[in-house]
């Protein structure tokens, strides 16, 4: 089985030159143990990764029994007359999803990691806006396989606190990585720890669904406790 992504810049791969920022999707195939696609990038939404000729190139390659994830939800937000939340942008997803389950593989929605935005109170402030139900609300009405990364990443910074997480975003002090020397605070976009922890927990939500669904598990990829 390969894994296939396609999603905006917390779900791509790191760029050189911009080391340790990273999308939790550069770190998955290590989590997995399993063949990993990504084609995510940087300012994407579900109009422009069609458009750009992304997702036919996904779709090139996508075999039976393969899985494509769909991480989309940050930038579309910031489109809301095309990529309305109950409107373009699911529209969008359910084309992909239909797409997909006509190549005989499985689509996954992710809802948009949320930005790590602390109130007064040491609670994350939602920035998503009604986005995330919307994933939810369509992954529950075609049956599709949804990995709330909302909720997860909403719960891991709470639980590890302003301070601690910190250290999961780009926040970086000047003269610490060579593309910000005048250093960065970046609540938004991944560093390689916060990446990685993001990748660890997707491999073990497919672990489940797999699971779920009969499948075997990929070499190498350890089963869900």
């Not at 994350?124 to 529950?140: E, F, K, M, Q, S």
Request: glycine share 10%; net charge negative; with cysteine.
């Amino acid at each position: 089985m390969t894994y296939h992504l396609a999603g905006d810049s917390t779900v791509a791969p790191m760029k050189a030159g911009e080391e340790p920022m990273s999308g939790w999707g550069h770190f998955l195939a290590e989590s997995l143990g399993a063949p990993v696609r990504n084609l995510a990038f940087g300012g994407a939404t579900t109009e422009t990764f069609l458009a750009s000729g992304s997702w036919a190139t996904l779709m090139a390659e996508v075999a039976t029994g393969d899985t494509v994830l769909i991480q989309f939800g940050h930038n579309d937000q910031k489109e809301p007359e095309m990529l309305a939340s109950r409107g373009g942008y699911t529209d969008r997803l359910r084309a992909m999803v239909e797409e997909v389950r006509a190549r005989g593989a499985r689509a996954v929605l992710c809802t948009s990691c949320e930005r790590r935005w602390f109130d007064d109170a040491g609670r994350i402030t939602p920035t998503h806006g009604d986005y995330p139900n919307a994933v939810r609300d369509l992954a529950a009405e075609i049956d599709a396989p949804l990995i709330d990364l909302t909720v997860f990443t909403t719960w891991l910074y709470e639980h590890l606190g302003d301070a601690a997480s910190a250290r999961l975003l780009s926040h970086y002090a000047p003269g610490e990585t060579a593309a910000w020397p005048d250093g960065l605070a970046d609540d938004t976009h991944f560093r390689v720890e916060g990446a990685r922890a993001i990748a660890a927990f997707v491999a073990r939500a497919l672990r489940a669904i797999e699971r779920r669904d009969g499948d075997q598990p990929a070499k190498g990829t350890l089963p869900v406790s």
